[in-house]
């Protein structure tokens, strides 16, 4: 049986009245009016109507007034409105946006172009009746792992055993899985207030990863005109994340082996041994012990590293996880992009679940940003999400159609390349907003210049 829905006009205009009421009832609503805001009131209170229709100007009570008094009255049991106003004034239609109304439509309205604007709103009120997951503003947004399965479970006792120790910690996982995050938790635990230095050890050239992180002295070699802090001791009591470990090359993981037994070092070109009193932990997408057999990584730094490990599971295995994460990256999304988002719909999430995510938590929180760029409405729903396509060739699962960082993960390419397609990347959906794109990139703003003119990047309009 098909819903009829309610809708109340207020205007004083007693032409607009009897039209709009006879083209509204012809398309098969129940339409009841009102001359001006205070009888306005009492017809809401009254009928409920789910829709109104309300001029901005109007005697005893305007348009506006009306507004305030219905959301004090109601609050979130609010109808759906529409403003209507023979002016285009702008102030009033800020004030009537923030005061909730959904839509604003300038006098004299096309029937058609009314009859549109109710029909949305029409799927905004039946959207919000499927929501799957509200955003709930109830706790302060923290950027860390979350999870409730098991595997998650297991990583939060891991690092709980962690506090009050030094212990070096090797963190596996896919690209994407989030070994960064868990590196970050493991630091808040057990040395919050300290510096965390994360080193991406395949982005540093082969001759300069060693002075990169022991430091040098003057004069060690051309071009050391003072001297200069390396990352050891850069870190103090704090945390050094090494991230790609195995990139690095042979001759600085006979140093780092070193290094990690005896934690002390020289600064490159010095005499003097320095002490370490921070904890390293090194994260990997690969199977070190692999790399190990194949004679590309030494056996005994593997086990020097591997005295705790920690397995972050791909996205696919704590699907179970999945809408906690996807109301977390939207609250990251309002928070970063400032952005409003709400709430996204059940269809929205069963469809996302369809997607094989190669990319992991990384390519998630891309794809709910870019969804967050372009909601209306508050909303996230399944068209929020069209970039998304079926693939014939896999089976039903979907792909990103637009194919940015993501397709990168599978292929065998130069860092470099991917470096350059993913910052290109996110500054199309930010618009190349600098600020925004530096914050999402986690670099500064000068870092970012510097990739945009290294990488000859240049906005397309």
């Not at 860390?144 to 098991?150: E, F």
């Not at 992991?360 to 729903?381: C, H, Q, Y």
Request: charged share 30%; glycine share 6%; aromatic share 8%.
């Amino acid at each position: 049986m098909t819903k009829t829905w309610k809708i109340l006009i207020v205007d004083d205009d007693v032409s607009i009245l009897r039209s709009y009421q006879k083209y509204l009832e012809s398309e098969g609503f129940s339409v009841f009016t009102a001359k001006d805001g205070a009888e306005g009131f009492n017809k809401t209170i009254k009928e409920s109507p789910e829709i109104i229709l309300m001029d901005i100007n109007m005697p005893v009570r305007t348009g506006l007034e009306l507004l305030e008094d219905l959301n004090r009255e109601l609050g979130t049991s609010m109808p759906l409105v529409i403003m209507l106003t023979a002016y285009g004034d702008l102030e009033a239609a800020v004030k009537a946006t923030r005061l909730g109304a959904y839509d604003f439509l300038t006098k004299p309205v096309p029937l058609e172009k009314l009859r549109l604007s109710i029909s949305r709103g029409i799927e905004k009120i039946t959207l919000t009746e499927h929501v799957a997951h509200v955003i709930k503003d109830d706790s302060e947004f923290k950027d860390t792992i979350i999870g409730r399965d098991s595997s998650m479970i297991e990583i939060y006792k891991t690092i709980g055993t962690l506090q009050g120790n030094k212990a070096s910690v090797l963190v596996c996982g896919e690209s994407g899985t989030g070994k960064e995050m868990v590196a970050k938790a493991i630091h808040e635990m057990s040395s919050p207030g300290t510096p965390f230095i994360a080193i991406n050890c395949a982005a540093i050239p082969e001759n300069l990863i060693e002075s990169e992180l022991m430091g040098y002295v003057k004069g060690a070699f051309t071009g050391a005109a003072a001297n200069r802090e390396g990352k050891f001791e850069a870190v103090k009591t704090g945390t050094l994340l090494l991230d790609e470990i195995s990139e690095t090359p042979p001759d600085f993981q006979t140093k780092l082996l070193r290094f990690l037994q005896e934690r002390q070092y020289y600064p490159v070109g010095g005499n003097e041994k320095k002490n370490f009193n921070g904890r390293v932990i090194a994260a990997t997408n690969k199977n070190l012990k692999n790399l190990v057999d194949a004679g590309k990584f030494r056996e005994d730094l593997y086990y020097r590293l591997n005295v705790i490990t920690i397995t972050v599971p791909p996205l696919r295995d704590h699907m179970s996880d999945f809408e906690m994460l996807v109301i977390h990256f939207m609250k990251k999304a309002n928070l970063v992009l400032k952005t409003s988002l709400e709430s996204i719909t059940k269809e929205a999430v069963d469809y996302l679940k369809k997607y094989n995510w190669p990319g992991n938590l990384r390519e998630l929180e891309n794809v709910m940003i870019k969804a967050s760029l372009n909601a209306k409405d508050r909303i996230l729903t399944r068209d929020s999400f069209m970039f998304l396509a079926s693939d014939p060739d896999k089976n039903g699962d979907l792909t990103e159609t637009t194919s940015p960082a993501y397709d990168l993960f599978n292929k065998m390419v130069p860092l470099r390349d991917i470096e350059k397609e993913y910052i290109e990347f996110v500054l199309r959906q930010t618009n190349w907003h600098k600020g925004k794109s530096a914050e999402i990139l986690g670099i500064t703003r000068p870092t970012l210049d510097k990739r945009i003119e290294e990488f000859r990047l240049v906005k397309n309009d």
